[in-house]
């Protein structure tokens, strides 16, 4: 969490690539724990089996070939939450009118500002189905 304040002073809150880098921190941490958690909780037998019957001891060869495989649900699943996450970090920070200037964020602050309340509500409604869509399509 260190890192987010600092690369906000470092690049700026007005820079545009602010809110990318703000999100994907966290959404690297969600992949990051999911992916130790699946390493964690891989079947040691099938890994015990690979060094039998290949006869390598090289652990590099046995991420390849079984720990690998042993995460990829541990990762979709930790894609699928860091996705949803960061598409509510980036539309929060546009709204907050930090970064970029023309997202669906921005839209929601100058509709909100302007009174017109069923453009808003259609604004966030479109990003809810965004971030459905994203989600189920993986």
Do not use: D
Not at 81 to 93: D, G, P, Q, R, W
Request: aromatic fraction near 14%.
């Amino acid at each position: 969490t260190f890192f987010i304040p600092a690369f906000a002073v470092i690049l700026g809150v007005s820079s545009a690539n602010i809110n990318w880098v703000l999100a994907v921190i966290p959404g690297t941490l969600i992949l990051l724990v999911n992916i130790s958690y699946g390493v964690k909780h891989q079947n040691l037998n099938r890994l015990h089996q690979y060094y039998l019957m290949s006869g390598k001891q090289s652990k590099i060869s046995a991420f390849r070939k079984v720990t690998s495989f042993e995460i990829i649900p541990y990762f979709i699943a930790g894609f699928k939450i860091a996705l949803s996450y960061i598409i509510v970090i980036v539309t929060v920070m546009e709204y907050m009118q930090m970064g970029n200037k023309t997202g669906l964020g921005t839209l929601v602050y100058t509709e909100m500002e302007q009174l017109n309340y069923k453009r808003v509500y259609s604004v966030i409604i479109i990003v809810g189905l965004i971030g459905y869509v994203l989600n189920q399509s993986f």
